[in-house]
């Protein structure tokens, strides 16, 4: 499936949901297309802890469905991060991983893995019950509201083709990101973020 | 440990809980050392506390640093080895955001420390606290437990991590 068509649909139906992307073609790609600066975390250069940060504002936040992007080499740091997720079954998470076979964020370097194993078999033996697998934007899109709409966690894998161009990353400092997202948050009903009283 | 041991450390155990509660934590996200079993114990089987045990010491700082983002209070716990391996996560997320974030770990490796597996710690552990500029309060006596409270407003104040470190005395109820 082509990277960008899978993005751009996926920017379209996503359109209520909270993101996390992760470093590099995720936050880039992300960027390019929606511009978005409120509602989007663009986690950049975490080294595979996107889904993580994500389910940390899903934990305390069951009424957003918070999905997350990582990509492929993030996944193959830290393929762990599956269990955490199984352990916390947080009903409003729901994770894509793009595997695109490349670094996409280093020149496409290529990575290896993907030739080798089967990312949606480790979910599935991870113990994570809804896992999908679209290698087709014909796929993506009939299979996108089962895996966003119906609660329970889910982890799906995005079979894509590496982009194949440098894409600049979102001209946002760090402390912008956490503010506009922050202020989106609680703007948009929840908990106190930075207006939280510090504790006496 | 014998059984009054045992207590002794119970009881530390309950403290740093109840310290904790009483500051807003209600997420703790752990990897075991040898030294806080009795402390995770005590947060997994503590109602006011939704414990996580993550598979590595990073997902603890990821998980954390997310729950802010949705109100919620959370200390990250670790061993001193564990929170060597962070110190990128710390760094790219934690500064770089300016998210703030609890952390406690063990003072592995210093002076009566008999695991000789941990002697790397005692010599690189506060060098690399420092040279990070990881504000970092010790816990070395058992009045110091309060301290956590300090550290857990100062993080919010400040937008950064701070560290908490215990002493094996403090966790075995002996100093």
Redesign the interface.
């Known amino acids: 499936m082509n990277f960008e068509a899978c993005f751009r649909l996926l920017a379209e139906r996503l359109r209520n949901e909270v993101i996390?992307t992760s470093a590099g073609n995720c936050s880039e790609l992300w960027w390019e297309i929606t511009g978005e600066t409120e509602r989007v975390?663009y986690?950049?250069?975490?080294?595979?802890?996107?889904s993580?940060?994500?389910?940390?504002?899903?934990?305390?936040?069951p009424a957003r469905t918070v999905v997350a992007f990582s990509g492929d080499g993030a996944f193959c740091m830290?393929p762990?991060?599956l269990?955490?997720e199984r352990?916390?079954a947080l009903p409003n998470l729901k994770h894509f991983m793009v595997s695109n076979r490349v670094y996409g964020s280093t020149n496409d370097l290529p990575h290896p893995f993907g030739e080798l194993v089967d990312y949606a078999a480790i979910a599935q033996a991870s113990g994570i019950e809804r896992v999908y697998r679209f290698a087709t934007l014909e796929g993506l899109s009939q299979g996108l509201d089962d895996m966003i709409a119906v609660p329970g966690h889910a982890f799906a894998v995005l079979e894509v083709e590496p982009l194949g161009r440098h894409l600049p990353s979102p001209p946002l400092d760090?402390?912008e990101?956490?503010f506009r997202?922050?202020r989106y948050?609680e703007r948009t009903g929840?908990?106190?973020?930075f207006d939280?009283p510090?504790?006496? | 440990m014998s059984a009054g041991g045992a207590d002794k450390a119970g009881r530390v155990a309950q403290r740093i809980a109840d310290v904790a509660a009483?500051?807003?934590i209600s997420?703790v996200a752990s990897l075991p050392d040898g030294w806080i079993t009795d402390v995770i114990a005590q947060f997994a089987a503590d109602g006011r506390f939704?414990h996580?045990?993550?598979?590595?010491e990073?997902?603890a700082?990821?998980?954390?640093?997310?729950?802010?983002?949705?109100?919620?209070g959370?200390f990250a716990l670790m061993g001193a080895s564990g929170f060597l391996t962070c110190i990128?996560?710390i760094t790219?997320?934690n500064?770089?955001?300016?998210?703030p974030l609890l952390i406690g770990i063990t003072l592995r490796g210093r002076p009566g420390d008999r695991a000789k597996f941990h002697q790397s710690n005692g010599l690189y552990l506060e060098p690399v606290i420092q040279a990070i500029d990881l504000p970092f309060v010790p816990i070395e006596r058992a009045d110091d437990i309060a301290r956590i409270?300090t550290a857990?407003?100062h993080s919010?104040?400040m937008s950064r991590p701070v560290l908490v470190g215990f002493t094996r005395e403090v966790l075995r109820g002996e100093a």
């Open positions: 996390v975390f986690l950049e250069a975490s080294m595979s802890l996107a993580l940060l994500a389910a940390g504002i899903a934990l305390g936040a830290n762990g991060m269990l955490v352990q916390l760090g402390p990101v956490k997202f922050g948050l929840g908990r106190p973020v939280a510090v504790p006496r | 009483d500051c807003g997420l939704r996580v045990a993550v598979n590595r990073e997902s700082i990821g998980l954390c640093s997310g729950a802010f983002f949705s109100g919620i959370a990128y996560a790219k997320i500064y770089t955001y300016q998210i409270a857990y407003r919010r104040v």
